[in-house]
C-alpha cells in the first residue's frame, strides 16, 4: 500500500469541513433562537403564572394589576382550537381521500394541490377580514362560531396538504397484497390504508390544531374578547393569543408580565401537542409498513 | 393429466397496445406450471389474468376467457373477491400488511368468515406458518410487527397467509426475485411440497429455476404463447426456433 496523505490538507476535504461548518451553524441558530424563546417565556412569565391565572376569569380591576387570571382565554381557546380542527377534519379527510383515488397525479390533481398550497400561504390576517365579512353579509356578530370557522379556513390547507403527503406515500402493494386475498375496495381501506396512515394522519390533524391555537389574527375580529367563559357557540369569546396580545400592550408592568404568563400556558399547550402527537402516532405506527 | 386452468382465445389490451395475443393454454391441476419467456413478452400479465388483477390498470381492456374448472372466471355473476379467495398470489416483492405476524395470517380467513373461534384461528395460524416454514421461527413473536422479519421470511409469511384462505390455485409473480439464493431455495422447496394440493402457476425470468420447479412450461414472446407443454418436452425437444434460442441462451 501507498503511503496515505494527511487529510487535512486536502482542498476537498477543507470543502466538505466548510459546507458541514455552515450546515451546523445553521442548526445551531434555530436551536438557539428556540432555546430563547423558551427562555424569555419562562422567565418572564413563570413569576406571574399563579394558580389563579389558570383557575380564575378577570376579575374587577385584572387589567389594572388587581386579581383574576385568564381561564376565560385558556377555555376560550381549548374550543377555538378544537372546534376549527373538527371542522377542518371534516374537509380535509375527504379532499385527501378524493385527490388519491380519483385524481392521483393529474392536472386536476396538481391544480388541487397548487390552489391548497396558496391558502396555505394566505396570511390569517387575510383569513380573518375574510371570516368578518362573511359574518356581516350573514347577519352575525362576534362569536365563538365565527372563530371557529375562520380557524377552520386556517387550518385546514395545511391538514390537507399533510394528510395527501401520508396517503400518498402509502405503498401501492399493500392495497394488491389484501385485494389479492380476496378482499373487497372497502375492507382495503377499512384494516390497511387506515392503519398504514392513521400515525400520519394524526400527525397532521395535531400539527393543524397547533397552528390553529396559536393564531391571533384570525379571531380578532371573528371571536371577538370577553371576560366571561363562553357558554354558548353563538357568543363571543376570548382566546390565549389575543390574551398575550392585550396584556402585553398594557401600560402596568404587572398586566405585562401576565401577558408572558399567558405566553408561557399557550406555549406549554402548543409542547404538550407536539409531544402528545409525537407519542400518540409513534403508538399507532408500530405496525406500519416503512 | 387434468386441466384445471384453461384459457380460451383471449386478448388483452393497456389502452391502444396490445399485450397478450390469442392465447389458448391449459394448466394442469395440481402440478407447477412455469412461464417463462423473455422481459416485456406478457407473462406476467397472462398471470394477473388468472385472479383478475390485471383489470387493476384502469387502462385494461380483454377479450376472451379464462375457464377455471370450466367457469369463465370473466362471467358477469362471479364475484371477483371469490376468485382472488380462490387464486393466491405470491408477489415479486413480500408485501406484509400493517398488522402483527400472526394477523396477516388470520386477515384473509376473518374477511371471509373462515373460522367460528379464536382457538380455530390459532389454530389455523400455526397450520399455515408450518406449512410455509416460518413457524420455527417465529412462534415466540407472533405479535412483534410483520415488517420486523427478514425479506425472506416475509416472502413466506405472505405464503402462509396466501393459503390461510384456502386457495385452489397459487401464482407466483418471480417470487425470488428480491430474495438472496437461501431464502429462494427455501420459497422454490416450499413450492415443489406444495404442489400436490395445489394447482401453482409460477413465472419466473431464470431459466435454472424454470428447470428446477416445472412439470409443465408455457413459452411466450412478444405478447404470444410460442410453445406450451410438459417440461420434459419442450426442455428436451422444443419445436419452434423461437424456444430453441431462448433456451440457447440467444436472447
Given at each position: ?88 377534519m371534516?374537509l380535509s379527510l375527504p379532499i385527501a381521500l378524493y385527490l388519491k383515488t380519483?385524481l ?8 388541487v394541490r397548487?390552489?391548497l ?39 385546514f390547507p395545511?391538514m390537507t396538504r399533510a394528510m395527501d403527503e401520508v396517503i400518498r ?28 396512515t392513521?400515525?400520519g394522519i394524526?400527525?397532521a390533524i ?85 | ?251
Open positions: 500500500m501507498k503511503k496515505m496523505k494527511k487529510k487535512r490538507f486536502e482542498r476537498r476535504h477543507l470543502m466538505e469541513f466548510f459546507v458541514k461548518s455552515i450546515m451546523q451553524t445553521a442548526l445551531l441558530i434555530v436551536a438557539g433562537a428556540l432555546g430563547l424563546i423558551l427562555w424569555a417565556v419562562i422567565t418572564r412569565g413563570l413569576p406571574s403564572l399563579t394558580w389563579d391565572m389558570v383557575s380564575q376569569v378577570p376579575q374587577g380591576g385584572y387589567y389594572m394589576g388587581k386579581e383574576g387570571g385568564i381561564l376565560n382565554a385558556i377555555i376560550g381557546s381549548i374550543y377555538l382550537a378544537a372546534g376549527g380542527t373538527l371542522l377542518a371534516l380519483y392521483g397525479d393529474s392536472k386536476w390533481g396538481e391544480c397548487l390552489s398550497d396558496v391558502l396555505w400561504g394566505i396570511p390569517s390576517i387575510v383569513y380573518g377580514a375574510f371570516g368578518f365579512a362573511l359574518m356581516l353579509t350573514l347577519g352575525m356578530r362576534a362569536s365563538l362560531l365565527a372563530g371557529v370557522v375562520t380557524l377552520a379556513l386556517v387550518e395545511i406515500r402509502m405503498p401501492a402493494d399493500l392495497e394488491q397484497a389484501a385485494l389479492a386475498l380476496g378482499s373487497t375496495r372497502f375492507e382495503v381501506a377499512l384494516h390497511v390504508v387506515a392503519r398504514q392513521l400515525p394524526t400527525t395535531l400539527l393543524a390544531f397547533g397552528r390553529g391555537i396559536g393564531d391571533a389574527a384570525s379571531v380578532l375580529f371573528t371571536a371577538g374578547y370577553t371576560d366571561r367563559i363562553v357558554t354558548s357557540p353563538m357568543r363571543p369569546t376570548a382566546s390565549l393569543p389575543l390574551a398575550v396580545f392585550f396584556q402585553l400592550g398594557s401600560p402596568y408592568p404587572e398586566v405585562r408580565e401576565r401577558g408572558y404568563a399567558a405566553a408561557l400556558i399557550l406555549t406549554v399547550i402548543v409542547l404538550l401537542v407536539s409531544f402528545g402527537s409525537r407519542w400518540l402516532s409513534a403508538r399507532l405506527a408500530k405496525y406500519t409498513i416503512k | 393429466m387434468e386441466t384445471h386452468i384453461q384459457v380460451k382465445n383471449l386478448n388483452a389490451y393497456y389502452g391502444r397496445q396490445q399485450v397478450l395475443r390469442n392465447i389458448n393454454v391449459e394448466i394442469p391441476r395440481k402440478q407447477i406450471t412455469v412461464i417463462m419467456g423473455p422481459s416485456g413478452c406478457g407473462k406476467t400479465t397472462l398471470l394477473k389474468t388468472f385472479n383478475r388483477f390485471f383489470e387493476l390498470n384502469e387502462e385494461a381492456r380483454l377479450t376472451g376467457e379464462v375457464l377455471v374448472d370450466g367457469q369463465n372466471i370473466y362471467g358477469r355473476d362471479v364475484d371477483v373477491t371469490e376468485v382472488r379467495k380462490c387464486v393466491g398470489l405470491l408477489a415479486q416483492r413480500p408485501s406484509p400488511l400493517p398488522m402483527s405476524i400472526y394477523d396477516n395470517v388470520v386477515y384473509g380467513m376473518h374477511i371471509h368468515k373462515m373460522k367460528k373461534d379464536r382457538k380455530e384461528y390459532k389454530a389455523a395460524v400455526r397450520h399455515y406458518l408450518e406449512i410455509a416454514g416460518l413457524w420455527e421461527e417465529v412462534q415466540n413473536r407472533l405479535h412483534d410487527p410483520a415488517a420486523s422479519l427478514s425479506i425472506g421470511q416475509q416472502q413466506r409469511l405472505c405464503l402462509a397467509r396466501g393459503l390461510a384462505v384456502e386457495p385452489e390455485i397459487i401464482l407466483g409473480d418471480e417470487p425470488t426475485s428480491a430474495l438472496d439464493p437461501i431464502s429462494s431455495q427455501n420459497i422454490e422447496s416450499r413450492l415443489l411440497e406444495l404442489k400436490r394440493q395445489y394447482t401453482t402457476v409460477i413465472v419466473t425470468h431464470t431459466l435454472r429455476q424454470a428447470k428446477r420447479l416445472a412439470d409443465s412450461v408455457i413459452y411466450m414472446y412478444m405478447g404470444e404463447v410460442v410453445e406450451a407443454g410438459p417440461a420434459k418436452e419442450v426442455f428436451g425437444n422444443p419445436q419452434h426456433e423461437r424456444t430453441k434460442q431462448y433456451l440457447e441462451g440467444l436472447f
